[in-house]
């Protein structure tokens, strides 16, 4: 499977260059007849994205890869990362209980409700072999298996249980939403994807020494095993997600505060034209600067062409005057 990680080759530009507008119309044509209803007017999603006056991205570039990127597209990433409310009783009590090994968190997200058995098997027999306790968020058949660490919980409060300083690592689908709660708490993660840019996301944390990914359908209870034990007990994963996390944290205005600020800001000013970029005016052909191109290679042809015919005649005019030459000087032997 291509990784949209490794970038800097040839055929992962060509890649997404040709699926941009491929994507585009899968992802979001449903939502044409929707823009077309509020506005009473035929509007398309691509119309819709070049009128834009501000971008909300929920990235942030301790997670994101470095990139040049517009001037109307502001950078939210981390706006879940709420401050740590209290646990509850229950909670607290199963926090407190975990003694001095600490608990590991374990979510697959709220689409995630359950699991086949047998992987459910392997992964509850995992969870046995470790000295922490286990909080799973899980709402499936409970599996025969189950160790006594592990406690089978249908809602737990994600961000508040990372923020606890017994919370030793986190398991995660690798959505961006639990990847941020992660990096803001320093909690470092296992990651199990499991469609759309999961994969990406968690290569991500892996290369940044932060966490392991595993293949949920291929792993074996050994591997999740000691995935588990590899991010609590090497302190170079705890120290990677610290790093991150000191980041992340380290900015003068909250996210969701900016998010606030822009939204207002446009509101304020009726839009921020000032703001858009003009490659949105720009047909496909310039956009891409094939008309660019298309001239310079012109000149190139023509230049070369020229160059050509101006080496031939100099070949002639040297090769026409050595024949004269040679001729003059047999008739005056003769």
């Known amino acids: 499977m291509l990784s949209l990680s490794e970038l800097g080759t040839m055929w992962v530009a060509a890649f997404r260059i040709g699926t941009k507008n491929l994507l585009c119309y899968l992802l979001y044509s449903q939502y044409e007849s929707l823009a077309s209803e ?6 398309t999603i691509l119309e819709l994205f070049s009128k834009a006056s501000i971008w909300l991205l929920r990235y942030n570039f301790v997670f994101e890869y470095s990139r040049p990127v517009m001037p109307n597209m ?20 199963i926090v407190n209980a975990s003694g001095e090994h600490g608990f590991v968190v374990f979510s697959l997200g709220s689409m995630v409700s359950e699991i086949p058995m047998k992987k459910a098997k392997q992964i509850a027999e995992a969870f046995g072999t470790i000295p922490q306790t286990v909080l799973w968020r899980y709402t499936g058949e409970v599996p025969p298996n189950l160790a006594n660490n592990t406690k089978l919980i249908k809602w737990l409060p994600q961000n508040d249980l990372l923020a606890h300083p017994k919370a030793r690592a986190f398991i995660t689908h690798g959505g961006s939403h639990g990847i941020y709660e992660g990096i803001c708490n320093g909690v470092p993660m296992v990651l199990m994807p499991l469609f759309g840019d999961q994969m990406d996301n968690a290569k991500r944390v892996e290369s940044r020494g ?15 095993s000691d995935a588990l034990n590899a991010v609590i007990n090497d302190k170079s994963y705890k120290e990677n997600v610290m790093r991150l996390s000191a980041l992340h944290l380290d900015r003068p205005i909250h996210p969701l505060d900016l998010a606030v600020y822009w939204v207002e800001f446009v509101m304020r000013h009726k839009g921020a034209q000032h703001l858009r970029p003009a490659a949105h005016d720009l047909n496909w052909i310039q956009y891409h600067s094939l008309d660019v191109i298309a001239f310079l290679l012109a000149v190139v042809l023509i230049t070369s062409f020229i160059s050509l015919k101006c080496c031939l005649f100099c070949c002639r005019k040297c090769f026409c005057k050595k024949g004269r030459v040679s001729k003059s000087s047999k008739s005056k032997a003769e």
């Open 38 to 43: 509020f506005l009473q007017r035929e509007v």
């Open 74 to 93: 502001i950078f939210i990433g981390g706006t879940n990362c709420e401050q740590k409310i209290p646990l509850s009783k229950e909670f607290e009590s």
């Open 210 to 224: 932060a966490g392991v990914t595993l293949n949920i359908v291929e792993m074996t209870s050994k591997d999740l």
